[in-house]
């Protein structure tokens, strides 16, 4: 029986940073080892060639009565820059005070193993577990999955056979409270870039003759927000579903204190639309963010010159029923109808995915054909969470996005049991990212717990 928390070690250790073409040997230093993992396991490991980064598709055959669950998971991480913010260094693991520190420690390389090892222990007690489990694991998480989705159009017809797919790539509130996450937002990202006149210019020479571009893009930023922080774009909330009861009830169980939470962000004031506490506003309604904006001169002193271009990078989380391609539009329709004379528009359009909801038995609004399967995995799941972390679950949407979960939906027409694992201070795609062994150990007993309930339900 392997050592988990070694393992994790020798996983962060790989600098698997999808987005960096420097990082190759660290890419395939971390499909290796998990592949090799499985393999050790004795799953059937194909390790499947993409344009970019391999896709590890790990079997563990059985008779087709058997439930069948996928497990998802990426061996991709981001970027570790700033570095000089790190101790210890991103790829050198390191435990401190109950936490293992490194790059990919939360995200996605700790709960991932949380689900090999709960895997690996159910094996060891009963090497005949009557229950199918594929490993799914990609390597472009962090870069939009853009293989994904030909990956599941090619293996559709074998995928869809799953009963439901099983990950932990969403978060907990503290580390006694486990949340199931019922929803995640959609995204839609596109550049805009505003020119003006067709090079850099002296503002003494010219200024005041011509639209700035920083100025012109500093009034269309502004224009897309009310003052009380609504999206300012017609239609943008036309498709937006109410949200039902018991997900309000759910909330108010979580509790929340919102100066704790306007103390942790490091803000004196929050900024939500009117009606929307903020634990309602960030999980419940969708938004409109700038996520950076440029132009002109950036060095140290001055330099008096009207700049040629500006920009701006614009992200939409949409909740469920919203659609992205229909959001860009009418997003940009607002942005052509108000940008100033004088200067010219370009659109540069980036990654988009779908909003995705999965609403667990007994609800009000729970699918009358919901599979037995997911549901027997969401009852195995509430009664693992309530006897290894002595409450029961939260089931809660989340304000994150994993655009892949509502195209596995799409494509396989499979739901996904989300188990929550990492923690507000876990440091997700920031310096001194970590991991919490005390929540490591009870996800594998967790894990462990529900397959093992799936798989003694029974036949199909």
């Known amino acids: 029986m392997f050592d988990p928390v070694e393992k994790l070690k020798e996983f962060i250790r790989q600098p698997s940073i999808s987005a960096d073409p420097k990082a190759k040997a660290g890419m395939k230093g971390a499909q290796e080892f998990v592949a090799g993992l499985l393999d050790s396991l004795g799953f059937a490991v194909e390790v499947v060639k993409t344009d970019l980064h391999p896709i590890i598709l790990a079997r563990r055959a059985g008779d087709s009565s058997w439930p069948h669950v996928i497990i998802y998971g990426h061996y991709d991480v981001q970027p570790a820059d700033p570095l000089n913010l790190w101790a210890p260094a991103p790829f050198d693991p390191t435990i401190r005070d109950g936490r293992i520190y490194g790059r990919g420690a939360a995200d996605n390389k700790g709960p991932l193993m949380v689900h090999i090892s709960a895997v690996a222990r159910l094996l060891e007690e009963n090497p005949r577990l009557p229950l199918k489990i594929t490993f799914l694991i990609e390597g472009e998480e962090e870069m939009g999955s853009p293989s994904f989705g030909p990956f599941l159009e090619k293996y559709q017809d074998e995928l869809r056979r799953a009963d439901f797919v099983f990950l932990s790539d969403t978060g907990i509130p503290n580390e006694d409270q486990m949340v199931i996450t019922a929803g995640l937002r959609g995204l839609a990202l596109f550049d805009l870039e505003v020119t003006g006149a067709k090079g850099d210019l002296h503002s003494g020479l010219h200024g005041g003759v011509l639209r700035n571009p920083i100025q012109a893009l500093a009034e269309i930023c502004a224009s897309l927000h009310t003052a009380d922080g609504r999206v300012n774009v017609p239609g943008f909330y036309d498709d937006v579903l109410d949200v039902h009861p018991w997900e309000r009830e759910e909330l108010k169980k979580l509790g929340g204190d919102e100066k704790a939470y306007a103390a942790f962000l490091g803000i004196d004031a929050f900024y939500t639309p009117t009606g929307f506490p903020p634990f309602e506003a960030v999980r419940f309604l969708p938004t409109l963010e700038f996520n950076g904006i440029g132009g002109g001169y950036q060095g140290e002193g001055t330099k008096t010159v009207i700049p040629s271009k500006a920009f701006v990078k614009i992200s939409c989380r949409l909740v469920p029923n919203q659609q992205p391609d229909k959001i860009k539009k ?131």
């Open 330 to 460: 009418l997003v940009m329709d607002a942005i052509c109808a108000r940008a100033p004379q004088g200067v010219k528009l370009e659109f540069i359009d980036q990654h988009k995915g779908d909003p995705y909801v999965v609403v667990p038995p007994g609800r009000s609004n729970t699918p009358k054909n919901q599979s037995a399967v997911l549901a027997q995995a969401f009852r195995a799941t509430d009664a693992a969470v309530t006897a290894i972390w002595g409450r029961p679950p939260l089931y809660l949407r989340e304000g994150g996005s994993i655009p892949i979960i509502a195209d596995i939906k799409r494509v396989l027409g499979l739901d996904s049991v989300l188990l929550g694992l990492f923690l507000p201070e876990d440091n997700l795609h920031a310096p001194n990212e970590s991991f919490k062994l005390s929540v490591m150990e009870k996800g594998i007993a967790t894990s462990q717990r529900i397959l093992a309930a799936v798989a003694a339900a029974g036949k199909r």
